[in-house]
């Protein structure tokens, strides 16, 4: 059972938009920056969405990251085939004193 | 280039011990930050282990806690994790990540070593 809630999938057209949610509470998100990691089967994950909205150089304008209260979310737009991993919340929770990862989405691109 | 490579992985039997490394190159070490994170098969990832960038500050998950030691020299460009009585569910791929600040998140990975802890 993962700190953080995500959907275990989601699904899209190419050319859609899709949005996959990450679900916390005060100590996690509510109180901490959120970030988004994509993963490629077989490979390591790689840093998407930082500071709950930034983009690491590299990453493409079509992925956007948000986050309100104790939620966030990360929205791709014009989905492409290649957009198609496993893609996991993080946030810092000061309760736990430990970094704490959302169970991961499986998006899939239809 | 950043690279980041874990070394160490392998079979152990539960109760047993394994000693990984993550070496690093192509940016200052002493500089980063430096955690550890886990993939269990067909799992998601969860944090394990993180330590400052001078070797003051360590943190770890409560799931292993007591018997996981995170540790760097940063004249070897070198992160490890000492694993203690290891159990079957410590059974997983082990990445350690970079973060400049933890607040930057992290920004690259190693490729992974696998751990399987079976009799």
């Known amino acids: 059972q993962s700190v953080l809630t995500q959907p275990p999938s989601a699904s899209g057209t190419p050319g859609q938009r899709v949005t996959i949610s990450c679900s916390g509470s005060?100590?996690?998100?509510?109180?901490?920056?959120v970030y988004w990691y994509q993963q490629l089967p077989g490979t390591a994950p790689k840093l998407f969405i930082y500071?709950?909205?930034q983009r690491p150089s590299g990453v493409p304008d079509r992925f956007s990251g948000s986050k309100s209260g104790t939620s966030a979310s990360l929205a791709i737009s014009g989905l492409r085939s290649e957009d198609e991993a496993d893609y996991y919340c993080?946030?810092?929770?000061?309760?736990?004193?430990?970094?704490?990862f959302g169970g991961g989405t499986k998006l899939t691109v239809l | 280039e950043v690279q980041l490579v874990e070394s160490g992985g392998g079979l152990v039997q539960p109760g047993g011990s394994l000693r990984l490394s993550c070496a690093a190159s192509?940016?200052?070490?002493?500089?980063?930050?430096m955690n550890w994170v886990r993939q269990a098969p067909g799992k998601g990832l969860e944090w394990i282990s993180y330590?400052?960038?001078?070797?003051?500050?360590?943190y770890y998950a409560d799931s292993v806690k007591g018997r996981f030691t995170i540790s760097r020299d940063n004249a070897k460009n070198s992160l490890c994790l000492q694993m203690n009585s290891l159990r079957a569910e410590d059974t997983a791929v082990y990445y350690c990540?970079?973060?400049?600040?933890?607040?930057?998140?992290?920004?690259?990975w190693g490729q992974g070593t696998l751990v399987t802890v079976s009799s």
């Open positions: 990540a970079r973060a400049f600040t933890q607040q930057l998140g992290f920004d690259s």
């Open positions: 192509g940016f200052t070490f002493s500089n980063y930050e």
């Open positions: 330590i400052s960038s001078g070797g003051s500050t360590i």
């Open positions: 005060s100590s996690n998100i509510g109180s901490n920056y």
């Open positions: 500071r709950n909205n």
């Open positions: 993080a946030a810092w929770d000061d309760s736990l004193t430990a970094w704490v």
